[in-house]
């Protein structure tokens, strides 16, 4: 424990292991006489050691403390250090200063944004999330969150069995009313109880009324955000579900159309399109608990980052994009950020909700209205029964409105999704939501480090000779020559450092300091090693600085299966050449192709001579005109753009391998073409199904409007839609 004396301060609880008591052994535990215990104290608002001073008093507050725990705690203990804190602390508690109103308030509306996904609406402010409260974090906190995407998942799940006991219950109950009514069993008798018209009605009514009290925060947001002109998913379960309701209702009145087929009950195809929409999201809880196991990891972490710049973009860029210049590269970080913001994003099933909504609405009522005053000359005994008939034009209405609620919306996006974050997660990357698909499909450029490209495994020394010329005043050994060249690729960031570091058995203590590290465009690098000059690179690196070097005939001999010869020169004389094999990792190579052949180019930064765009391009098997090997000028820019922050946005983060952020901007490429492709096929079976409607309304053909009919219908092209779907690879 250390505190800080000064009663203004701050002070901090450091402890390295679960932090579960306070006020306990503020002194060494002496039990007949005192027993002081001293403890460091540091300067005010500082970290440097004042002096040691006993404590006088117990410490049982947490008031004023900054709790610092053990990274790797599990969200158990997480949750007992909280109650501790509100126990002993209550509101008083002081986590950072002056941003304690701003964590209060991001921790609530993190609570809102899970709690609406079941419960709760939440309103535009608590949409938007600024810079500064970003960089807190709390948005991010680990225990919170995944409590509450569990919680979520299994309200969900209640939620969804409770539904489909409702919806299959009385699907099969409208199904046996019907066959009963045909058969026209005698001995059950045409009205059996809850089987007669009346009872039907009344059962309908009483499960629509159960099927939206379970469904009840759907019914309420969706109905709330059409009004505020936001309509979204919701929205369209919600407008079919209460006006079938109330369309039943009116079935109350008199139900004989209902039983000569002029009118219907469309609350089972109601509750069936909010059963749909809860499977949806019980996809969408299940892809974001992957998610933040994920970017909540201990491993490694990156983000793709979009290069704002437009100068630092087109200069990264020149001669490889003709068109404005969208960069995308890797960043390593701390903290993966804006989960909630990203995973919960508005997206395309949303904004096709937002028109498909008002529409289906206008248009139904435009055609009820028009079936009842328009006469269709159809009759029975003598009666127009279609004309001026308020329950068939209601039943007209409210099925167009049901046929415009598609039970595949739901499964437009949250689908192809869950397909690829699946096999995403595979290959160490993954995408948050819609946005950042979108976001990232944009990229016609990436910028790496060209030991993405080349793993340990596809780097290999092939044949070494040393070089020693006669009368050298060097007198540099082999041994020491490697660990010089193995000290030089690591300070430069060369491909070659794994394979040097092997080679002398990955012991750090052997490295030498290097200095003066300098990269000289397409030669090679070079670098001080004391007082001597250390140059590594191709031939015309050796002969720019005047270094004598053998004949190529004469090491011809050593190059074996194709590999490129690397000169190790120190204090101006060549100590050793090392031939090196480079080989296209097969994972790597397919997802760079598959990179160009979407149009994006690749842009490098090396430090090594045999790097070169006619060596990638043949390699890999890409045009090399999509390929861009920087020059040291960038490198200082590329340093800054890729350098490690301590906190980054998690919409596409990565391992930081090649392999991982390919599959990711491949996957935002295709995924937005699937969505499109889904809202097309979606779009089309809708279109279709309202065009038959409409014929049959003013032909007086029921046939289209028979609820079991339109469930048909809508779960033939959801079905025509995941085929379509499960084609497609990521």
């Not at 941003?99 to 609406?116: F, G, H, M, T």
């Not at 595949?408 to 869950?418: A, Q, W």
């Not at 990638?616 to 005109?625: A, C, G, H, K, Q």
């Amino acid at each position: 424990e250390a505190y800080c004396r000064s009663p203004r301060t701050v002070r901090i609880v450091a402890s390295c292991s679960s932090f579960c008591a306070v006020g306990i052994g503020t002194d060494n535990n002496g039990v007949n006489k005192p027993s002081v215990r001293y403890t460091p104290y540091h300067e005010p608002h500082g970290t440097k050691v004042c002096g040691f001073m006993t404590i006088l008093h117990g410490d049982n507050r947490i008031y004023n403390n900054i709790i610092v725990q053990k990274k790797d705690l599990d969200p158990v203990k997480a949750q007992i250090v909280a109650q501790l804190v509100r126990k002993y602390a209550g509101d008083k508690i002081l986590i950072i200063g002056q941003y304690l109103d701003q964590l209060k308030e991001i921790a609530a509306k993190r609570k809102r944004r899970i709690s609406n996904f079941v419960l709760e609406d939440i309103s535009d402010e608590d949409l938007d999330f600024d810079d500064e409260t970003d960089e807190l974090s709390a948005d991010d906190d680990f225990a919170g969150i995944w409590t509450d995407l569990v919680e979520t998942h299994k309200s969900l799940r209640i939620r969804f069995v409770l539904l489909f006991i409702v919806t299959v219950g009385l699907i099969a109950a409208n199904v046996l009313q019907k066959m009963f009514i045909q058969q026209k069993a005698g001995f059950f008798g045409n009205e059996l109880g809850f089987l007669s018209n009346d009872g039907v009605v009344f059962m309908n009514l009483i499960c629509g009324v159960v099927g939206m009290a379970i469904c009840s925060s759907v019914i309420r947001i969706g109905i709330a955000k059409l009004f505020k002109r936001r309509a979204d998913c919701d929205s369209v379960c919600a407008v079919s579900c209460t006006l079938s309701l109330l369309a039943a209702i009116l079935q109350l009145v008199d139900t004989n159309d209902l039983q000569q087929e002029r009118a219907f009950l469309y609350i089972p195809v109601a509750l069936l399109g909010l059963l749909f929409n809860s499977i949806g999201k019980l996809s969408m809880i299940s892809r974001a608990k992957k998610n933040y196991r994920f970017i909540s990891s201990d491993m490694a972490k990156y983000y793709a980052e979009v290069i704002d710049g437009q100068s630092e973009a087109s200069a990264f860029t020149k001669g490889v994009v003709s068109e404005l210049p969208y960069l995308v590269t890797m960043r390593k970080t701390e903290l993966l950020t804006d989960f909630l913001k990203k995973s919960y994003c508005e997206d395309m099933a949303d904004r096709v909700s937002r028109r498909l909504v008002p529409i289906s609405v206008i248009v139904g009522l435009l055609l009820g209205i028009l079936v009842y005053f328009i006469p269709v000359g159809v009759q029975i005994n003598g009666v127009n029964v279609f004309d001026n008939n308020m329950y068939w034009a209601s039943s007209v209405c409210i099925g167009v409105i049901c046929a415009m609620a598609p039970f595949s919306m739901m499964f437009m996006v949250n689908n192809p999704f869950r397909r690829a974050t699946k096999r995403l997660l595979r290959n160490g990357s993954t995408l948050l939501g819609y946005t950042s698909a979108e976001e990232f499909a944009e990229t016609n450029s990436v910028l790496v480090d060209a030991s993405t490209l080349f793993p340990k495994s596809a780097v290999e020394v092939t044949n070494i000779k040393p070089c020693k010329l006669q009368n050298s005043i060097n007198n540099v050994s082999l041994d020491q020559a490697i660990i010089l060249a193995a000290s030089l690729a690591i300070k430069s960031g060369s491909v070659l450092s794994g394979l040097f570091f092997d080679m002398i058995g990955n012991n750090k203590d052997m490295l030498e300091d290097i200095d003066g590290c300098v990269y000289e465009d397409n030669m090679g690098v070079m670098g001080w090693y004391g007082t001597k000059r250390v140059i590594m690179g191709s031939r015309e690196h050796m002969k720019h600085h005047s270094i004598k070097i053998p004949e190529m005939n004469a090491i011809a001999k050593y190059s074996r299966n194709g590999s490129d010869s690397v000169y190790l020169a120190v204090g101006g004389e060549l100590a050793v050449i090392f031939f090196i094999r480079l080989t296209a990792n097969p994972a790597v190579k397919a997802n760079i192709r598959e990179l160009t052949n979407r149009g994006v180019s690749i842009v490098l930064k090396t430090t090594d001579s045999l790097i070169t765009p006619g060596k990638i391009s043949d390699l890999f098997d890409i045009d090399p005109e999509k390929l861009r090997i920087i020059g040291s000028a960038l490198h200082d820019l590329y340093s800054e753009c890729t350098k490690y922050t301590t906190n980054g946005c998690g919409a596409l983060s990565c391992s930081g391998s090649f392999v991982s952020l390919a599959k990711g901007i491949n996957a935002s490429k295709k995924l937005v073409k699937d969505v499109a492709l889904s809202r097309n096929i979606m779009l089309a079976g809708t279109v279709l199904g309202v065009l038959i409607m409409i014929f049959m309304a003013f032909t007086a053909n029921t046939l289209a409007f028979i609820p079991e009919v339109i469930m048909a219908w809508q779960t033939a092209w959801l079905l025509i839609m995941l085929l379509v779907q499960g084609l497609r690879r990521y």
